[in-house]
């Protein structure tokens, strides 16, 4: 025991050599991880007749923010779309974090009597869809989501794949101990969920709150499919359209002079740079906020049966 004790305070104290070299490994992948993201932007400033003169430098020979001008042409309806797909992910995060969360805890608790049904059931959505034609009609028909926010947040709110993932994790990270302490001290099924399970789970809800919000922020298809109101565009599906806007002038450029005068004065390459910027930016900010939801839930005490 006392060469094993030995071991483990060996292998915790690195040396500084060794701590300095791991540094900057983790350095240098960090600087390919962001380099990408790092060159669109500078792309993206790049001055269009420079770019496709020079082609694509670290440090181009004109900057320009033309392509930021020509995005931001739209004026109130980015703004709006901006707003309309902040409030879809914050509120379709909210609504599938508690959904999500309350069927997989009931689904790992060994005392609930359905729970093999329940996750069979969950799984079978895995294996089999219904498709997009009574997919579209359920919810345009039936449930009369179409033009609504709703449309945009409801049919992504359940994923049966991250409902396993929680529920694997409150069968692994929760100790049945606790369960059964609370219940002894005359706690319901909601309070030790909210006053236990919880606090013990946030490393599990913050991964899927991080997919959820990356699945909202990045949808586009609900709304191609149920949105026709212009002022209920999210984000995406706005820069779709305007992407798609310019492959028109691109394809029917050669039979009208003033579609290829319109085509020349157009920032393509840049203005596509702009849109992964403009789409990207704001997202990156939710990796922090869950960031420390993970280094928390890490610090959480358990139980030792």
């Not at 359920?138 to 049966?160: E, F, Y």
């Not at 609370?182 to 013990?200: S, T």
Request: with cysteine; charged share 15%; proline share 4%.
């Amino acid at each position: 025991m006392v060469q094993a004790a030995a071991k483990k305070r060996d292998f915790h104290n690195i040396s500084r050599g060794w701590n300095i070299i791991l540094n900057i490994i983790a350095g240098l992948f960090a600087c390919i991880c962001v380099f990408p993201f790092l060159f669109v932007v500078i792309i993206s400033l790049t001055d269009e007749k420079v770019l496709a003169r020079d082609g694509y430098r670290l440090i181009p020979a004109e900057w320009s923010f033309a392509a930021y001008e020509f995005v931001w042409q739209s004026g109130d309806a980015l703004l709006r779309a901006y707003g309309v797909t902040i409030l879809v992910t914050v509120l379709g995060t909210i609504i599938s974090l508690m959904l999500m969360s309350l069927y997989a805890y009931a689904i790992s608790r060994k005392s609930f009597r359905y729970r093999r049904f329940f996750s069979v059931f969950a799984i079978l959505t895995m294996l089999f869809n219904g498709g997009m034609i009574p997919t579209y009609m359920v919810v345009s028909q039936l449930l009369g989501l179409k033009d609504t926010l709703w449309a945009l947040i409801l049919p992504l709110a359940m994923n049966a794949f991250y409902i396993m993932i929680l529920r694997t994790f409150y069968s692994t990270s929760v100790p049945d101990a606790l369960i059964e302490s609370g219940k002894i001290d005359g706690a319901g099924e909601f309070y030790i969920f909210l006053k236990i399970v919880v606090p013990l789970s946030l490393p599990g809800l913050a991964t899927i709150g991080l997919f959820s919000t990356l699945g909202y922020w990045n949808d586009w298809f609900n709304a191609l499919l149920y949105i026709d109101n212009p002022k209920l565009v999210p984000l995406q599906s706005m820069l779709m359209r305007i992407e798609s806007s310019i492959q028109f002038l691109q394809q029917n450029s050669a039979g009208s002079a003033m579609s290829l005068q319109a085509l020349q004065s157009i920032p393509q390459d840049t203005s596509r740079m702009a849109m992964v910027v403009l789409a990207t930016l704001p997202i990156i900010f939710a990796y922090p906020f869950f960031q420390r939801y993970f280094v928390q839930g890490l610090t959480v005490g358990a139980v030792k049966e």
